[in-house]
């Protein structure tokens, strides 16, 4: 199909208003490599890595053109085929070597959270877009949190790699949610990464060994849902571990589903809501955390223009693809911009860090944080 309704959606079409950046040029190119029909050519990789792995093409696509899966399978399939640049082979290292392996990660986080302390962010990382770090989520001794009040389900939460050393405060926030909503919540103890970083880079084979040893995890105790409170790591629970078929849920989705009790005080403040592209596109979520949002009492919920149109963040995106991404975030912090509120909600913590880091460069003092913490505010 070649209708080319997606286009318009594209956020790196919109930006160029190249073919060659659209997702109908990206999938013709990737079909013509697969069937031998063109020449596998290096300068046209550009075209797929210029690619965010937003989904909105596949969200608006009326023939229902499964792009989140051509995109994941396109990229392992050029990793393999193109030379490797040297940016590429550090991320790829990076993301086998720290993200996939819980206490390096850690001692990461620790030693970067000393360096911030001392003002040395750049000679550890790039420092850009980090958060200041506080110190990291831990679950619970005993791995479970109880219920507050009645217990009504069992659920396991998904504490993740990056989200408990960068944003702790949505974790404990998302945590306190589900306790409150009547969940025993359940830390499932050696859960890894679940690989979604990897299976976006074109590194599925190190997405799949992270798969089976999670799986193996997950298997080992009864719940209910596994609650996510990571956009894209939800997307990627729910379409890659087929073990978890129906059982993944992200933190708005099941709150939404289950009920939380009334709220208990008044959050006088404007707010704009960020869909996440992993939320709204890939997991269809748009309705659940603005229905949320409003009910916190006081809150005045404005919309801004295009909130559904990815801010550039796209996991590695704007450290491997800077250009492009500053592009479109520019766009993105316009609109925030526009809507006058004082605070962005959104359900990622790659767009609350791009997000932050586009505001902080226009010197804007609006804040940025999950939804979650926002509600935590009412409800707890
Ligand atoms: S995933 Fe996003 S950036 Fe990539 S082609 Fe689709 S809409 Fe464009
Ligand atoms: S991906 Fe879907 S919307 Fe885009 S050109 Fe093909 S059929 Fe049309």
Same mark, same amino acid.
């Given at each position: 199909?070649?209708? $080319?309704?997606?286009?318009?959606?594209?956020?790196? %079409?919109?930006? =160029?208003?190249?073919?060659?950046?659209? @997702?109908?040029?990206?999938?013709?190119?990737?079909?013509?490599?697969?069937?031998?029909?063109?020449?596998?050519?290096?300068?046209?990789?550009? /075209?797929?890595?210029?690619?965010?792995?937003?989904?909105? +093409?596949?969200?608006?696509?009326?023939?229902? !053109? @499964?792009?989140?899966?051509?995109?994941?399978?396109?990229?392992?399939? !050029?990793?393999?085929?193109?030379?490797?640049?040297?940016?590429?082979?550090?991320?790829? =290292?990076?993301?086998?070597?720290?993200?996939?392996?819980?206490?390096?990660?850690?001692?990461?986080?620790?030693?970067?959270?000393?360096?911030?302390?001392? /003002?040395?962010?750049?000679?550890?990382?790039?420092?850009?877009?980090?958060?200041?770090?506080? @110190?990291? %989520?831990?679950?619970?001794?005993?791995? #479970?949190?109880?219920?507050?009040?009645?217990?009504?389900?069992?659920?396991?939460?998904?504490?993740?790699?990056?989200?408990?050393?960068?944003? @702790?405060?949505?974790?404990?926030?998302?945590?306190?949610?589900?306790?409150?909503?009547?969940?025993?919540?359940? %830390?499932?103890?050696?859960?890894?990464? +679940?690989?979604?970083?990897?299976?976006?880079?074109?590194?599925?084979?190190?997405?799949?060994?992270?798969?089976?040893?999670?799986?193996?995890?997950?298997?080992?105790?009864?719940?209910?849902?596994?609650? !996510?409170?990571?956009?894209?790591?939800?997307?990627?629970?729910?379409? %890659?571990?087929?073990?978890?078929?129906?059982?993944?849920?992200?933190?708005?989705?099941?709150?939404?589903?289950?009920?939380?009790?009334?709220?208990?005080?008044?959050?006088?403040?404007?707010?704009?809501?960020?869909?996440? +592209?992993?939320?709204?596109?890939?997991?269809?979520?748009?309705?659940?955390?603005?229905?949320?949002?409003?009910?916190?009492?006081?809150?005045?919920? #404005?919309?801004?223009?295009?909130?559904?149109?990815? +801010?550039?963040?796209?996991?590695?995106?704007?450290?491997?693809?800077?250009?492009?991404?500053?592009?479109?975030?520019?766009?993105?912090?316009?609109?925030?911009?526009?809507?006058?509120?004082?605070? #962005?909600?959104?359900?990622?913590?790659?767009?609350?860090?791009?997000?932050?880091? $586009?505001?902080?460069?226009?010197?804007?003092?609006?804040?940025?944080?999950?939804?979650?913490?926002?509600?935590?505010?009412?409800?707890?």
């Amino acid at each position: 199909m070649h209708c $080319g309704l997606c286009l318009d959606a594209c956020p790196t %079409f919109r930006a =160029t208003g190249l073919e060659t950046e659209s @997702p109908r040029g990206r999938i013709y190119l990737m079909t013509q490599w697969k069937r031998g029909q063109m020449t596998f050519d290096e300068k046209q990789v550009r /075209h797929i890595d210029l690619c965010l792995g937003c989904r909105t +093409c596949e969200a608006v696509c009326p023939s229902g !053109v @499964p792009y989140g899966r051509i995109i994941e399978a396109g990229r392992a399939e !050029v990793e393999q085929a193109r030379r490797p640049t040297a940016k590429r082979w550090v991320a790829k =290292t990076a993301l086998r070597q720290l993200l996939a392996h819980p206490r390096r990660l850690r001692a990461f986080g620790a030693a970067t959270r000393v360096a911030q302390a001392a /003002h040395l962010t750049s000679v550890i990382s790039s420092g850009r877009q980090l958060p200041p770090l506080r @110190p990291a %989520f831990k679950p619970p001794a005993g791995g #479970v949190a109880q219920a507050i009040g009645s217990r009504r389900y069992r659920v396991a939460f998904l504490v993740g790699c990056v989200m408990p050393i960068l944003y @702790p405060q949505s974790h404990d926030a998302a945590v306190k949610l589900l306790q409150l909503a009547g969940c025993d919540v359940w %830390f499932p103890q050696g859960e890894r990464c +679940c690989g979604a970083l990897h299976a976006h880079n074109g590194d599925l084979e190190e997405a799949e060994r992270l798969r089976e040893y999670n799986s193996r995890v997950y298997a080992s105790g009864q719940f209910d849902a596994l609650v !996510v409170d990571s956009a894209g790591c939800g997307a990627h629970l729910k379409d %890659f571990y087929p073990t978890l078929k129906g059982r993944v849920k992200d933190l708005s989705e099941w709150l939404a589903e289950t009920g939380l009790p009334q709220p208990k005080r008044d959050v006088k403040v404007k707010v704009t809501y960020q869909d996440a +592209c992993h939320l709204a596109h890939a997991q269809r979520i748009k309705k659940q955390p603005r229905e949320l949002i409003r009910a916190v009492p006081g809150v005045e919920l #404005v919309e801004m223009r295009h909130p559904d149109i990815c +801010c550039g963040a796209a996991g590695l995106y704007s450290t491997l693809e800077p250009g492009m991404s500053r592009r479109i975030l520019e766009e993105k912090i316009d609109d925030l911009l526009g809507t006058g509120a004082e605070l #962005v909600v959104t359900a990622n913590p790659g767009c609350q860090m791009q997000l932050a880091s $586009g505001l902080r460069a226009r010197g804007s003092h609006i804040r940025v944080e999950h939804v979650g913490e926002l509600l935590a505010r009412s409800f707890l």
